[in-house]
């Protein structure tokens, strides 16, 4: 067993000091937070402005005290072993526990700045002679020197922020002091090096729990009365249950309120990172937000049962454009407004209209900031909680995703990947890697190159897919549609897509890596195989099921249907002209609408009553994607595959054949 740690953010909106009894207002215990906030944030400001340096990274990268022992991993300890003091402001008292948490988030910036340095080293050190590409034996030396767990997205980021500071400088960056400015310090207070000297976390019921912490009564506490005790009742939401775990918290001070980031573990079986039989695999498409597919491993080749699933979010989607563009709008309305302030003086008569309209703007702006964030959250926990329901009803053990730092806008589709960068994705990875751990389901991210070029039943290399705008018009260029002229496959391009990435992961998953601090499992090795659809076994007709019956279930026994039947046979009504009355049955030969069309308005009066059916209109039908589908997807507006379960594949891998469409 294994944990699932989370974190959810509550809002504590009173206290109690405990000393006096005093009910603390919202609006206090927000100034009053920001104190401690910003007392913290000063002493973390000052540590890491006097340790941003060559030498002083150096001694923490080296992972040795100024005793000779081994930094421990907590970072207030390492910072006071390397003898890191930093102290408060002349006349200002701070609890050496406060200082604890100043010192956790300054090791905690500046050993993530750690990482950064060894990249940048790297990189100077491997530097191509043309900045434009690598060869193979460069980007070898290249690996050799970088850590673990790198990926191309931070190698390219990393190469690009090298060659703007060589373009301004004319010589490469001695340091990532060179490079890069002090970290900026978060206006919070990290109490995870605290102890019960400056808080306490206490759960009081199912869904409530009670956190004491020391406040400063004044904005510069002079000695230790100017500092008091305060409970917060604080309502837990309810994606925390009631076997969590509560752990230590953050306050900070977000919209003039005291949000509290408590983290809570849930305990949750451990999935295998190796050794999947049955996969899922999901693609970021083009034409719905994820289009995914289900299939096994047998004998060393992918089988999938030949049925796609897609959770379809155009309409939210384009609410979410229609919120940008109108944000877009504000914030140039807010940007010209600006400029008109500051060229104007207080004296002038416009300043005061002008600087109204632009407070105002300003409010509207954030309002609308905050509507997107809300639906791109709920958006991508619907889509999160679908796919993963797809993959628990198809009896999956792992999901394969493609890797969201391998995707760029470049070249011909860099506007279609420009549209989906615009997108929640990496929210949907981080909400299917929660909710699969609860279903006990491995998350494995695959390279996405090359996954929408190549035919999954063809094989790299040897056929290209030609995309069109539909499969009755394959001479056309477009991108909804794929074809092979080589094996004659015919279907939906994400479709094709989620086949591959379904291959890659399922016949790479001994080259699967875990990150050491993340947890997180990618497959940087790309494995191709092809994919066979296999024929599932389908409901007996009604003729095959009646050519099994036995002449006893067709004629049985007469006593056996004297036992049976221990009632008379009522009798059924006639259609008489007073049961007709009484009665609000109809006559059968009367119909519901109408069959012939109403006829044309005159002018004269109203139109009959009932629907005319037009000429040439297709009947309804219903198909995969269906509106309002078995699943709830949050959104009226979306559509999605309904949740069904996974059919057994044939008895053997051999049953298994590639669809040809011609």
């Known amino acids: ?161 090298i060659r703007t500071y060589l373009d301004e400088q004319e010589v490469f960056p001695a340091d990532l002091t060179d490079l890069e400015e002090t970290p900026n310090v978060a206006a919070q207070i990290v109490l995870a090096a605290a102890d019960r000297q400056l808080l306490t976390l206490q759960r009081t019921g199912s869904h409530t729990a009670r956190l004491r912490v020391r406040l400063p009564l004044v904005e510069s506490p002079a000695s230790a009365k100017d500092w008091a005790w305060h409970a917060l009742p604080v309502a837990l939401p309810p994606t925390v249950p009631p076997q969590a775990a509560l752990r230590t918290p953050t306050l900070r001070v977000a919209k003039g309120r005291v949000r509290v980031d408590l983290p809570f573990q849930t305990p949750i079986g451990f999935a295998p990172a190796t050794g999947h039989v049955i996969g899922s695999g999901f693609d970021w498409g083009l034409n719905t937000l994820l289009t995914g597919v289900t299939g096994q491993l047998a004998d060393g080749r992918v089988i999938s049962d030949g049925r796609p699933f897609a959770y379809d979010a155009s309409g939210i989607c384009a609410k979410l454009h229609r919120l940008r563009a109108e944000r877009e709008h504000l914030a140039a309305k807010h940007r010209h407004m600006e400029e008109l302030l500051a060229g104007i003086t207080l004296a002038d008569s416009r300043y005061v209209a002008l600087s109204t309209a632009c407070q105002a703007l300003g409010v509207e702006h954030e309002r609308l900031c905050a509507r997107i964030r809300h639906v791109n959250k709920a958006l991508a926990w619907s889509a999160a909680r679908w796919a993963v329901d797809q993959a628990a009803a198809a009896g999956a053990t792992v999901i394969y995703l493609e890797d969201l730092a391998t995707l760029e806008a470049r070249g011909r589709n860099a506007k279609a990947n420009a549209r989906l960068s615009g997108q929640v994705r990496g929210q949907i990875v981080e909400a299917i890697r929660h909710l699969a751990a609860k279903h006990t389901i491995a998350v494995v991210t695959v390279p996405a190159r090359g996954t929408s070029r190549y ?176 699943h709830r997807t949050g959104f009226h507006h979306a559509k999605a595959t309904p949740v069904l379960t996974l059919l057994e594949h044939g008895n053997s891998p051999g049953q298994a054949t590639p669809v040809r469409v011609t």
Not at 88 to 99: E, F, Y
Not at 610 to 617: E, F, L, M, Q
């Open 455 to 630: 035919c999954p039943r063809c094989g790299e290399g040897t056929s290209a897919l030609k995309h069109c705008p539909a499969p009755d018009r394959l001479d056309e260029r477009g991108w909804r549609w794929a074809w092979c002229p080589a094996c004659g496959l015919s279907c939906d391009r994400d479709w094709a897509a989620a086949e591959r990435i379904l291959s890659r992961g399922l016949l790479g998953q001994n080259a699967t890596r875990t990150h050491r601090s993340t947890g997180a499992r990618t497959i940087a090795t790309v494995v191709e195989g092809n994919v066979a659809r296999a024929r599932r076994t389908r409901k007996p007709t009604r003729a095959a099921r009646r050519a099994r019956r036995t002449r006893a279930d067709l004629h049985p026994r007469p006593a056996a249907r004297d036992r049976a039947k221990n009632r008379p046979t009522p009798k059924r009504p006639t259609r008489t002209s007073a049961n007709a009355r009484n009665n609000s049955m109809t006559f059968s030969r009367v119909p519901d609408r109408r069959t012939v069309p109403a006829p044309p308005p005159t002018g004269d009066g109203q139109r009959p009553a009932g629907h005319a059916p037009k000429p040439g209109r297709r009947q309804p039908y219903r198909t995969g994607h269906v509106r309002n589908s078995h």
């Open 1 to 161: 067993m294994s944990e699932l740690t989370a974190t959810a953010s509550c809002t504590a909106y009173a206290a109690v000091v405990e000393a006096s009894g005093e009910v603390v207002s919202q609006g206090l215990l927000v100034v009053r937070v920001a104190w401690l906030a910003g007392l913290a944030g000063d002493l973390t400001a000052r540590l890491i402005a006097a340790r941003w340096n060559a030498a002083d990274l150096d001694a923490l990268e080296s992972g040795v005290g100024l005793d000779g022992r081994v930094l421990p991993s907590k970072g207030w300890m390492a910072v006071r072993r390397l003898g890191w003091g930093v102290g408060p402001a002349a006349g200002v008292h701070v609890c050496d526990r406060v200082m604890r948490c100043a010192q956790e988030q300054a090791a905690r910036l500046l050993r993530l700045a750690l990482h950064r340095r060894r990249l940048v080293a790297a990189i100077v050190a491997t530097w191509p002679e043309n900045a434009g590409a690598r060869t193979g034996a460069e980007w070898d030396a290249l690996r050799a020197l970088l850590p673990d767990g790198v990926s191309a997205a931070d190698i390219r980021n990393r190469t690009r922020q």
